[in-house]
């Protein structure tokens, strides 16, 4: 089994690590510490010998910081997060804090003493991140303090060990442009930016820049490792040798010089030394490596990683097989919702059944390496949690005359799939019917969007909203993400969100298109396709070069969910012709019952 299904953390556990922290700190001299939900690498999936936060605080999410000092301790958590900690986190040992309105930051100059000494890690804290939090303990006459080993580490007696995922080669057929290649182009990036050599922090732009695959993290087929490329020549990869068969040590050393990892900060202090210039992308990397050019003699060009962008812009091999990817999930997934529709309203599933028959149907396709992540198998309430974690102890029943949530992927080497589907068991409320509908009207202003050459997604974020805004409905997350090529289900630079995003749009970026509405304690409603940005058709009298979004996810969307009237009649002729598109692709793929049910599951609505 992919998925799994961990019990929840024992609360209890929180204050007697914290206290164990504390004495810690207090035998180094130190008033407090920083435990950041990161490694070095600050990916997404963290191994878990590096789940400091989780393993202090019991928090499972995605993103958060804790901060702790001699009387207090907060835990730092996003609007996507804000039930579930306090299902995992003790109050009593940790303030719950919202990790955008009320930042670290701003706790620390409120909380740090004039005189205290707070530590943190210099290589789980990106150089960005540092010079705030340092700027805000100056300003509270504290000192943040750069520490060589991790306190937590010392206290956590029974540590896991670093992974050791094995390195495989990607297939030519699938990353559709040769290592060297990308080598040269990448270098030619790296010249223009008047850099001699640039520092790579992200395992998934290492392994997109060598065509290699590993399986260091949950879900995403990274190795773990650091990478230095300059502008000609061979680059440096920083890895751990143990992950490496004689054969892909072989057919990398043609590409690439192989080091360990703790070979990194000399190799940094020495171009230091040498006055290089090195790229260095500070919102990603570690301070400990900016400071081995810096404090060595070298000149630091900040700037952003050289590969995000190439990366984020597939090229005609990974668009076809993103494409033949999400065939290949609209099948599995169309025997999924037949299955679904037929047994839900007998009673007898749960969460976890769910989920766990969802996975089965794709492994049934044979090309099955992974699930993209962790899937969110929301019944009721838990609906409204936006990134609802299901584990043995949470398991709810999927009961009748409820609305359910299912938001999940596949990892195929030919490409990575993302999908959300809100589903009626049973009957649903009039309300529950309105709240998607305007979620669907959002998820269809999105998808026929037409926009100018060199659009961000943060300007188009607003057309996901403005059905539900005109309600006084919103959502805390955002619109959409990037997705990889058999790499991370989250991917930048590229994104659809509010927060301001400088990255124009580019034919060839695959961005998800999933707004939502959540009634705490209730349901939750989020509809997710991933979708490739296009060419647009010329309009006549127009004179922009427009773009587009063409849907790669094929998956009925529950029409017994969508209130007809609230629909105009532009947004009902997209929904059936989506449908029809579903209809023509994978029904001649299916078994017949199935397909009869696919058939009535996407019948024109008017």
Known sequence: MFQSFDTVNDKSRGPVRLAALRDELASRGLDGFLVPRADAHQGEYVPDSDCRLEWLTGFTGSAGIAGVLTEKAAVFIDGRYT???RDQVDEDAFAYRHLIDEPLTGWLRENAAEGQKIGYDPMLHPVRQVRSLKAACE?????????ESNPVDAVWSDRPEAPLGAVKMHAMQFAGESAADKIKRIGELIAGKEADTALLTQPDSIAWLLNIRGSDVMHTPLPLSFALVPTKGKPSLFIDGRKLSNEVRDE?????DIAGPTELAPALKALGSEGKRVLIDTGLAGQALYDAVADNGGHVVEGQEPTLLPKAVKNQAEIEGSKAAHLRDGVAYAGFLAWFEKTAPLGGLSEVVVA????????ETGALKDISFDTISAAGPHGAICHYRVSYDSNLPIELNSVYLIDSGAQYEDGTTDITRTLAVGAVTAEQCKHFTLVLKGHIAIATARFPVGTTGSQLDTL???DLWKQG???DHGTGHGVGSYLGVHEGPQRISKAPNSIALKPGMILSNEPGYYRADEYGIRIENLELVTPAASIEGGDQKMLGFEPLTLAPIDLRMVDTKLLSEFELNWLNAYHA???ELVG???DDETKAWLEEATRPVS
């Open 588 to 590: 001649p793929l299916l």
């Open 252 to 256: 990398l050393s043609a590409l690439a």
């Open 473 to 475: 409905l919103d959502f």
């Open 83 to 85: 039930i579930q900690v």
């Open 464 to 466: 996901a909203r403005i």
């Open 581 to 583: 598109r579903v209809r």
């Open 139 to 147: 300003k509270a006459g504290a000192q943040l303090i750069a520490i």
């Open 356 to 363: 766990e028959k969802l996975e089965e149907f794709r492994r």
